[in-house]
Nanobody, 121 residues
Framework: QVQLLESGGGLVEPGGSLRVSCAPSGSIFRADTMVWYRQPPGKQRELVATITRDGTTNYADSVKGRFTISRTNANNAVYLQMNSLKSEDSAVYYC???????????????WGQGTQVIVSS
């Protein structure tokens, strides 16, 4: 069974930086588009950033210029570097990836368990 394992959340002061990571456990064939979402307390989950396998990225307007999504295809990991953090960035951050487990099998969307980011002084 494949799971997406996230790490790197925590408490940071406003203006600080944090990097969250996500990688699948177990053996897979490939990961295609990988996405970071977040869910602030009491609010709906929202898309933060996406990255395709060839490295094309997209960002929510609220994080453009502050966050950077990247990936390493060798281990199918995805990262989110968060700089100039604001209190409104506080949320549970979720990793989502379209994973092909075996050649010829259609990709399936997997979710991580979430990692909490708290921006507070």
């Amino acid at each position: 069974q494949v799971q997406l394992l996230e790490s790197g959340g925590g408490l940071v002061e406003p203006g600080g930086s944090l990097r969250v990571s996500c990688a699948p456990s177990g053996s897979i064939f490939r990961a295609d588009t990988m996405v970071w979402y977040r869910q602030p307390p009491g609010k709906q989950r929202e898309l933060v950033a996406t990255i395709t396998r060839d490295g094309t990225t997209n960002y929510a307007d609220s994080v453009k210029g502050r966050f950077t999504i990247s990936r390493t295809n060798a281990n199918n990991a995805v990262y989110l570097q968060m700089n100039s953090l604001k209190s409104e960035d506080s949320a549970v951050y979720y990793c989502n990836a379209y994973i092909t487990r075996w050649p010829g099998v259609p990709p399936y969307a997997y979710w991580g368990q979430g990692t909490q980011v708290i921006v507070s002084s």
